[in-house]
């Protein structure tokens, strides 16, 4: 508007603003926080689209994913390698997908992404164990681990093959009214 | 989606084995690294999940005991016994297939199927939208017949107009699919990009290609003038829009502030906040309104004031009298008469009300505010727009949390949707990780054992303690609402003693002696939902969700016999007869009244968070020597907010500037609740529902709150003689009646409106319209409630018919394969006699 920034240029913005669920301040202060994980790796200027990717492990020192148990899922979903280097697409990508007004449908899928583990489109049973050492840090028995496991598989599962796919997924979460709600991340 | 697999197995492609049949360069590695493995030979690399089907096979029989003994489950036990029992014939048949290879041909079909490739790989993806835009570009058009359609196509989705789809390359879907979102309008453009699981890097792409086509279309094609600064007008009211947001967050009010919040409590207590923001900004809505039509205007326009205008003292700002009773605060300042700029008249403008009758004739323009009318249509107008408003967020809050299917997945919910990703703090989520902990044990009890059958003995015992709990609820809150109702009726004679007796000796203890009635309310608000909470303590729910609710009820069942009494007070005996004890204005003395009860729950909220918090943190700390914290209790909280906005709506009618008074109290509130949470408190350890929560406060504030209130005002404008000596209904017989007039005014002046005023006196003053209008309004939830019966009953079906799918998959998976090994067979014989010479 009246600022006159040298990070982006209007054209930059304006996608930015139409693909994600940020204006244009929240896009300059992304980028702001973005470069302040590595100084000397992030350029001040993005107008030409710098190739730049920040390493998983600096991206987890971030205050709002230090403390969450599937930080490094998270990360490592919305990054292009797999591996959780983050460019600053992904980086807003990110952000937006988890933000407040981003739609429970989206929601949704980033969710089974980020369960899924081994990343075979499905949730087995392996997967739900590690989600769930991960939630309870070890609190529970292997033998309460492998019954909530089977249990909860054998609850959300709707066509018989002992394990979640994303229609079951997407089944069970339309009924839990508070998934949109717990599944944001504000920055 | 019916895509044509093609079966054929002599198809080039299956043959070759090399290529994957979708671009696999999405945003993960999926199946092509599966693929390319097992198209090379390397070894006894099985698929992932196609050996977990193995493994499930060899554990059918462990799995059949525990699913069948589980007691909710029966039904579902029997489908699986079933299930099973026709998989284990199936098995016989097709052992020796188990224990080959699947081959790449099966693992290629397999990586393509529909449910795998969702939010996995661009080109599905890209499908996927390009049919989602074909759909909204189609939206009215009507659907295609049934008999289009081939009878093998699922049922579910013969009527939604899906086309059959061709396995093009990528690059003329992704096309297709920019032609689809050039030709959408702007805002269903953005909502489609936004809402797509692609990166933000191809969307940009996509929306770059979308821009240019629509770009070259214009500039190409003869577009009438018309439609082009259309065009031009969407834009321009789009960037002001954006620009609009933008300056609205940065803002931030309370950005910061709310963040810490729910990064150490979590959405529970967030919600509190977020509950009184909202409320904040009803009531900014509220003052802007009425201080705009209302209070600027007769601030401009001062009338000519009594005289006897007693000094400032400091006790007016508690009880809102003295100084303040004649000021453009109080319902009794505001004048009757149409508020006119005289014409100069020594070249001064003076700005003076002028009475009734006369008017003065000026040869220029002269500005007119007819105020009584003004005051009425503004009152009503806000109290209209808030019930809109109110009804709005209520009906959506509703739909988000409202399930129509029973909930049967708890411990899955429990396990895959309970984590809050807002808490950032250490010790909270530690606090956070041991409370889902807790919570899974108890489910998984809860579901292991048969429900423990109590005894007739037990039952009748926990009726007994119930019936004493809500007894003693009952009783103490009919005590507190007859020592209100006589207190104020010892407050009412006194000051009819008062006027009787000339008392002019302590007139400051008189004016301190109105602040009885609030200070008892306040007190019996604060010390009864203690008692409720012991009763509660008392009978030990078993059910924490339940607990919630009886505490509610009882709170709310409180709080609106306060309030109905109060009100019967001030309306049925003050406003009845108000010469007995000496009001000129008893709108005036009403708003004090509101101004007062509204200060002293202010007042006593800073007593509690200061007692009920923090010393009780000390004390508990200290002497009691726990370790915990007290807990946040929400639900109470939110309830105080709901009887604060209650008082602020009624006193509205009677105290233009209540509305200005509530902000600034809010305002407070916020910044004190805060810094006492932070310090004092923890989060609850119970589980909290928090979007059925926000819903039940919501509506909680639409129904008892502002229903009670615009009932109260609509009765104070419908049947109560307003004061003859003060205000701007001075002299009407109802406050009514000023719209009543100015329509019979304008009647008279225009006779044209004569059919508007006939139906103005039909529609507004006959009660059956009322009546037809509440049936019709109750029809209409009839049948939406039988809507919804019959969409549970869908539900129902579908569920039905995704396990038959189930069936379908694995029962076609097993027939490839075994067509691919009959065939591949003799080769293999002849590659095994090959090898062994």
Known sequence: MGNKQTTFTDEQLEAFQDCTFFTRKEILRLHGRYRELAPHLVPLDYTNNPDIKVPLALIVTMPELKENPFRDRIVETFSEDGHGNLSFNDFVDMFSALCETSPRELKTIYAFKIYDFNRDSFICKDDMKRTLNKLTKGELTPEEVTLVCDKSIEEADLDGDSKLSFSDFENMVSKAPDFLSNFHVRI | ?837
């Open chain 2, 1 to 837: 989606m019916a895509r044509n697999v093609n079966f054929d197995l002599n198809h080039p492609l299956m043959e070759a084995g090399l290529e994957s049949p979708v671009d696999e360069e999405g945003v993960h590695d999926s199946f092509s690294q599966l693929i390319a493995e097992q198209s090379q030979n390397r070894g006894p690399s099985d698929a992932f999940e196609l050996q977990q089907l193995q493994r499930q096979l060899d554990e059918e029989d462990r799995d059949n005991v525990a699913y069948l003994s589980s007691p909710g489950r029966e039904f579902r036990g029997r489908r699986q016994g079933q299930r099973d029992n026709e998989w284990e014939d199936d098995e016989t048949q097709t052992d020796p297939l188990m224990g080959e290879r699947w081959s790449s041909a099966t693992m290629r079909i397999l990586s393509s199927m529909p449910s795998r490739t969702i939010g996995r790989n661009r080109g599905a993806i890209i499908s996927q939208y390009y049919n989602r835009t074909m759909q909204l570009r189609r939206r009215r058009q009507s659907r295609p017949a049934i008999r289009d359609f081939a009878h093998s196509a699922r049922p579910s989705i013969r009527g939604y107009g899906m086309e059959v789809d061709s396995t093009d390359a990528e690059a003329s879907k992704r096309d297709r699919l920019v032609n689809n979102l050039q030709n959408l309008s702007v805002s269903d453009r953005v909502r489609m990009l936004r809402a797509m699981p692609l990166n933000v890097a191809e969307k940009s792409e996509l929306r770059r290609l979308a821009l240019q086509k629509e770009k070259r279309t214009f500039s190409g094609s003869q577009i009438p003038c018309c439609s082009q600064l259309k065009y031009y007008i969407i834009i321009g009211v789009r960037q002001s829009w954006y620009s609009w947001l933008s300056f609205l967050h940065s803002l931030q009010l309370w950005q910061v502030a709310l963040k810490r919040v729910s990064g150490r409590f979590g959405t529970g207590v967030l919600s509190y906040f977020l509950f009184l923001k909202t409320l904040l900004f009803f009531n900014l809505f509220l003052f802007l309104v009425t201080g705009a039509f209302m209070v600027l205007p007769q601030a401009v326009h001062p009338p000519v004031l009594p005289a006897g205008i007693s000094s400032f003292t400091g006790l007016e700002l508690l009880t809102g009298a003295g100084y303040f009773s004649d000021s453009v605060m109080y319902y009794g300042y505001y004048s009757n008469d149409t508020l006119r700029k005289s014409c100069a008249d020594d070249g001064e403008v003076q700005n003076v009300s002028l009475s009734n009758g006369t008017r003065l004739d000026c040869g220029s323009k002269h500005l007119s505010y007819n105020m009584p009318l003004a005051y009425f249509f503004t009152i009503g107008v806000a109290f209209f727009v808030t019930c809109i408003i109110l009804v709005y967020s209520m009906s959506k809050s509703f739909g988000q949390s409202f399930r129509i299917d029973k909930s049967h997945s708890i411990l899955a919910i429990k396990v895959l949707c309970s984590w809050d990703f807002k808490v950032i703090k250490k010790t909270s989520v530690k606090l956070m990780s041991e409370n889902i902990c807790t919570q899974l044990k108890e489910l998984l009890a809860e579901v292991n054992h048969k429900q423990v059958n109590k005894t007739r003995c037990q039952r009748l015992w926990r009726l007994m303690v119930h019936g004493l709990a809500w007894s003693i609820c009952i009783a103490s809150t009919t005590a507190c609402v007859l020592a209100i109702y006589y207190f104020s009726d010892h407050m009412y004679q006194n000051l009819k003693h008062l006027r009787s007796v000339v008392l002019r000796k302590t007139p400051v203890l008189n004016e301190a002696s109105l602040l009885a009635l609030p200070v008892l309310v306040s007190l019996i608000n604060l010390l009864l939902p203690g008692l409720f909470n012991l009763t509660a303590w008392m009978e030990d729910y078993e059910s924490p969700s339940v607990r919630t609710y009886v505490s509610i009820g009882r709170n709310l069942m409180l709080k609106v016999s306060v309030l109905g009494v109060l009100c019967y007070h001030w309306l049925g005996r003050v406003a009845a007869d108000p010469k007995i004890i000496g009001l000129k204005c008893w709108e005036s003395f009403v708003g004090q009244e509101l101004y007062r009860f509204l200060l002293m729950d202010f007042i006593f909220t800073l007593l509690d968070t200061l007692f009920g918090e923090f010393l009780w943190r000390l004390f508990s700390e200290k002497a009691l020597k726990r370790r915990r914290k007290p807990v946040f209790d929400i639900a109470r909280n939110v309830l105080e907010l709901i009887y604060g906005q209650t008082l602020a709506w009624l006193g509205v009618l009677f105290t233009p500037l209540l509305p200005a008074v509530q902000i600034l109290k809010l305002l407070l509130l916020f910044y004190i609740k805060k810094s006492s949470v932070m310090m004092n408190c923890q989060a609850p350890r119970k589980p909290y529902r928090v979007s059925q929560m926000t819903t039940v406060f919501i509506t909680l504030l639409c129904f008892p709150s502002f229903l009670g209130a615009s009932v109260c005002v609509t009765y104070t404008m419908w049947s109560i003689t307003p004061s003859s000596s003060c205000g701007p209904f001075r002299g009407l017989k109802t406050m009514f009646q000023a719209g009543k007039r100015w329509v019979e005014k304008m009647e008279k002046d225009n006779p044209n409106l004569s059919v508007l005023a006939r139906a103005h006196s039909y529609l507004v003053e006959n009660p059956l319209f009322l009546f037809v209008g509440a049936g019709i309004f109750l029809i209409v939830i009839y049948f939406h409630s039988q809507v919804v019966d019959g969409q549970r009953k869908i539900i129902g079906l579908l569920q039905e018919q995704i396990e038959n799918e189930g069936e379908d998959k694995k029962f076609l998976i097993t027939r490839l394969q075994k067509i691919h090994e009959q065939k591949r067979t003799p080769a293999r014989r002849l590659v095994s006699q090959n090898s062994n010479c």
